[in-house]
């Protein structure tokens, strides 16, 4: 018999509306039958990220993250803000508990724990590239993403139901139309290159690795998680009104085909923005507002799928 592969579970107890604590005591068991397992709660903000520095640091290698993007994210930020363990040594499976668990849908994860356990248990692995944000007034501080940065509108809704999610999509539909009263467009200075371009009046920004934000919208033309490139789509000159008008289309996709949204990919690209700074998002968890560079770090990540 081969030996036991040994993984640090990392649980979020308030994720799902506090699915977490129960999601854990009843996969437990079945996870000790396949594997050595050492775990802990997270129990304040960025608590995840200590703790994966604090398993890496003791050795550990493989990790199942049981919470939904935002618990993700930070675990993504613990692996990559350290320099002691090189990333490519690291590997992630995922159980969604989350409100919006938009990173499995671009892969078809189930949502379903004991079917999620099982792709873990056969062991087949996959790499992502993973993105960076350096905030430029910041000091050149970064954090990392793994599936869509979003600036702008769907900074301003993520930030409004940030303390809310409980009704999936609804929310971030809810969310998007009360925005719309208090929304201030903005213009950006775009550089790809060495070669800036000014966009005036616009409604958002997203750069994205894999397709879905917001419990399922989809806001880049062609994400593709493993090319080396981020998926950058620029909405300008949108009207309130067209805005209300395709709120659905946010969640189609369709939205895309409007002719004022310019579509890209790049490997980095920096984003400098007007004296009222837009609101950020990375992977559904509120940033600070700041002028961006962003780039991606190609294959960067293993996981179970």
């Known amino acids: 018999m081969s030996e036991k592969k040994t993984f640090f579970v990392i649980i979020n107890p308030v994720s799902g509306n506090g699915k977490g604590k129960k999601v854990w005591n009843n996969v437990k068991d079945k996870l000790s039958q396949h594997f050595n397992i050492t775990s802990q709660f997270t129990n304040h903000n960025n608590h995840d990220i200590q703790i994966t520095q604090d398993a890496l640091n003791k050795g550990f290698r493989n990790f199942i993250i049981i919470g939904g993007d935002g618990t993700l994210n930070k675990f993504i930020n613990g692996v990559f803000s350290q320099k002691t363990i090189n990333p490519n040594q690291i590997s992630f499976g995922v159980l969604a ?159 895309l085909k409007h002719e004022n949204i310019t579509t890209l990919k790049t490997k980095h690209i920096t984003l400098e923005f007007n004296a009222k700074k837009p609101l950020i998002q990375a992977d559904g968890e509120p940033m600070a507002t700041s002028n961006i560079k962003a780039s991606i770090l190609p294959q960067a990540i293993t996981f179970y799928l």
Not at 162 to 169: C, V
Not at 241 to 251: E, M, R, S, V
């Open 97 to 255: 508990i989350g409100t919006g668990n938009d990173w499995i849908k671009t892969y078809k994860i189930p949502k379903n724990r004991h079917r999620a356990l099982q792709a873990i248990i056969k062991g087949n692995t996959k790499t992502q590239d993973v993105g960076c944000l350096t905030f430029l007034d910041l000091n050149n501080s970064k954090t990392y993403f793994l599936n869509l940065c979003g600036i702008g509108f769907d900074g301003l809704v993520v930030d409004l139901v940030k303390n809310d999610r409980s009704f999936g999509k609804l929310t971030y539909i809810f969310g998007a139309l009360k925005i719309l009263f208090n929304f201030t467009y903005f213009n950006t200075k775009v550089t790809l290159d060495s070669e800036t371009k000014t966009h005036k009046n616009c409604m958002m920004i997203q750069l994205g690795i894999c397709r879905y934000t917001g419990s399922g919208m989809q806001l880049t033309k062609q994400p593709d998680p493993n090319d080396g490139l981020l998926d950058v789509s620029i909405a300008t000159n949108f009207t309130k009104w067209q805005i209300a008008k395709n709120i659905i289309g946010l969640f189609t996709g369709s939205i």
